[in-house]
């Protein structure tokens, strides 16, 4: 399935966020979207996950329009994202949170008698050995999500996102904040998931060593709109995003 | 919840039944008291401690049970009019819940305590049904066909519903509804953003809540065989609050500590009083009791007896311990926490 977005434009108030954005994603393609701050990349993402309002454009996945649909109702076509900043749910811990992300997903999920009677036993470890193992959450499956790294927190973010099996996957600056090697073990990750799970990738970043060894393809964003799309090597050598970035020389 | 938590639990609630079955009448009365105040305080704990949504309305709902379970009672539906008043509690509580949809934090508690004294003026009007001030006079409950006279049966009974009500409360709080409601607690944007149906998973909450409290106002109208408005005002609210807070906010167990508690205090300070010259003085000092009490608990242990008893449990087995029973957040750190949730600290 691809995802093709097209003149998208959202404004709050006076101010033109994003305007008249267009984005193509593949089927299995890890696209990375960057650019300076303000340029617009979360506001995108959040309209295209169901967060944001657009006032103009369209977004169509797999032959259907997804704009104004609702996280949950995206979950269930198969897009999930992850967050920029992961908040600390206390008292839940990481199966709990992993759960949470499966239960959008109703094949994979028992119905609501079956949990309320039923030991959650066998899932559990299934989730454990598909998801938790991979991502080095194994060992904490059943902390509290208060008890972990920042780092770790990031991981079981992505864990929920993919415990819907999305076909489709929005990752909102997946490395902020994590040490050098936590970035580079993350980009690996992102790679391994997309083959394992045969899933498309829009992923904003900053960290360009881990944009540059994770996408297949760049688009560049600044002042709301495309500027640039290409390869990692092509982007790198471009004056227009240099310019962008570093300002005129 | 564990298969040995449900077998502990159930043992302590034999054994309380029996201790209930056995005991005097004034004995009898306090087991019945608590069991029945701890279902009424595990409702509003899932609204509150689990859920997150703050409402004052628990006395008027726990008053419509009462009303449900009297009238049906009266008119000979046995047993089922404790159903009847869970369902009518479930019903109120849902047109309580509404404006959730809507308002947050504390706009939903203000118009929860608007609905408090709009029920309190109903119980007052509606003659037909609560037969005004007066109040209404409860036959006994009829259970298999012989009407359940004793102080002595009741515990048992309550004792029996309460096991039940925590059996049930227990597991939904261990499915994706109440692994929702925790996530709604903390932040009802990043419930949105997980794909959670908020508005869906509170009325869950309202109306689950609302059974219990009205279940609660049934064995309360058919234990006191009576139901007047006055039992039903802010005060009930405010004494089920209490219960919560000082047992432990989104605790089941903590509910029923803090019943114990809250039921057994005045009766301490009772016996306490009789002791003392002045009865004015004691008097006075129940009243400040309960106040002095929440403000402590709130300052010096928020999350309540539950989370003293995990940390002296802790302490004792020291390393044994695992992390997660040691680590306890105090409320007032987390509610800073969510009110700021991860989308408003985004930067773009």
């Known amino acids: 399935m691809t995802l093709a977005v097209r003149d998208l434009t959202i404004r709050f108030g006076g101010v033109t966020a994003v305007a008249n954005m267009s984005l193509d994603v593949g089927a299995r ?38 704009l104004g649909l609702s996280p949950a109702a995206l979950l269930r076509l198969g897009v999930a994202r992850t967050f920029q900043s992961v908040v600390s749910l206390h008292d839940l811990t990481v199966l709990d949170v992993v759960k949470l992300g499966a239960a959008a997903h109703a094949r994979r999920r028992s119905g609501f008698i079956a949990q309320f009677f039923g030991s959650e036993r066998t899932f559990e470890d299934e989730l454990c050995e598909s998801l938790l193992k991979p991502l080095n959450l194994a060992d904490v499956a059943r902390s509290p999500i208060q008890t972990l790294s ?26 902020a904040g994590l040490t050098y090697q936590e970035g580079l073990n993350m980009g690996a990750v992102i790679r391994s998931v997309r083959d394992r799970f045969g899933c498309s990738v829009i992923m904003v970043e900053h960290k360009m060593d881990v944009v540059m060894a994770t996408c297949d393809r760049i688009t560049v964003m600044a002042h709301g709109s495309r500027i640039f799309e290409g390869t990692p090597a092509e982007v790198q050598t471009d004056q227009e995003v240099r310019r962008v970035y570093l300002g005129d020389a | 919840m564990t298969t040995r938590t449900v077998l502990i639990a159930a043992a302590l609630a034999v054994a309380v039944a029996l201790v209930g079955y056995e005991a005097n009448r004034f004995w009898a009365y306090l087991i019945y008291a608590v069991a029945i105040s701890s279902i009424g ?11 997150g949504q703050i409402t004052f309305a ?14 049906l009672g009266n008119a000979g539906w046995g047993a089922l009019s404790l159903l009847g008043a869970g369902l009518c509690g479930a019903l109120a509580s849902a047109l309580i819940g509404l404006p959730a949809l809507r308002l947050r934090g504390l706009y939903f508690a203000i118009s929860t305590l608007a609905a408090q004294f709009i029920f309190s003026y109903l119980f007052k009007i509606l003659q037909p049904l609560t037969n005004g001030v007066s109040g209404l006079v409860v036959k006994p409950l009829v259970l298999f066909g012989r009407p359940v006279a ?5 515990a048992v009974i309550s004792i029996v519903l309460l096991f039940l009500s925590w059996l049930f409360l227990s597991r939904l709080a261990q499915t994706d509804v109440g692994r929702a409601l925790l996530v709604i607690r903390e932040s009802e944007l990043v419930a949105r953003g997980m794909g959670i149906d908020v508005s869906r998973t509170k009325m869950k909450a309202f109306l689950v809540s609302g059974f219990f409290a009205g279940l609660c106002g049934g064995l309360l109208a058919f ?24 047992g432990g906010l989104g605790s089941l167990a903590g509910s029923v ?37 929440i403000i402590l ?21 020291g390393s044994k311990s695992n992390a997660g029973t040691a680590v306890t957040i105090p409320l007032r750190d987390r509610s800073r926490t969510f009110a700021m949730p991860a989308f408003n600290r985004r930067k773009v």
């Open chain 2, 297 to 317: 608990f709130l300052l010096l242990e928020p999350r309540g007896l539950v989370s003293l008893g995990q940390r002296l449990r802790s302490r004792w087995s």
């Open chain 2, 58 to 71: 628990q006395g008027a709902l726990i008053g419509v049970g009462a009303y449900t379970a009297g009238n």
């Open chain 2, 150 to 154: 004793s102080d002595q049966e009741y």
């Open chain 2, 257 to 293: 500590i803090g019943a114990v508690f809250v039921t057994l205090l005045p009766e301490a300070i009772q016996r306490l009083g009789e002791l003392m010259p002045s009865a004015d003085l004691v008097s006075a000092f129940r009243e400040m009791a309960f106040g002095v009490l």
């Open chain 2, 41 to 51: 305080a595990m409702s509003l704990n899932l609204l509150i401690g689990f859920c």
């Open chain 1, 150 to 175: 920042y780092g770790q927190r990031k991981s079981v973010d992505l864990a929920r996102a993919l415990a819907a099996e999305p076909q489709m996957l929005y990752l909102d600056e997946p490395v």
């Open chain 2, 223 to 246: 234990t006191s065989r009576f139901a007047n408005p006055e039992a039903f005002e802010i005060g009930l609210s405010v004494d089920q609050t209490a219960m919560i807070i000082v």
């Open chain 1, 29 to 66: 393609e890890i696209v990375g979207l960057i650019g300076p701050n303000g340029a617009g990349k979360t506001t995108f993402i959040n309209c295209i996950a169901g967060v944001n309002r657009s006032v103009a454009g369209s977004a169509v996945w797999g032959g259907r329009e997804i």
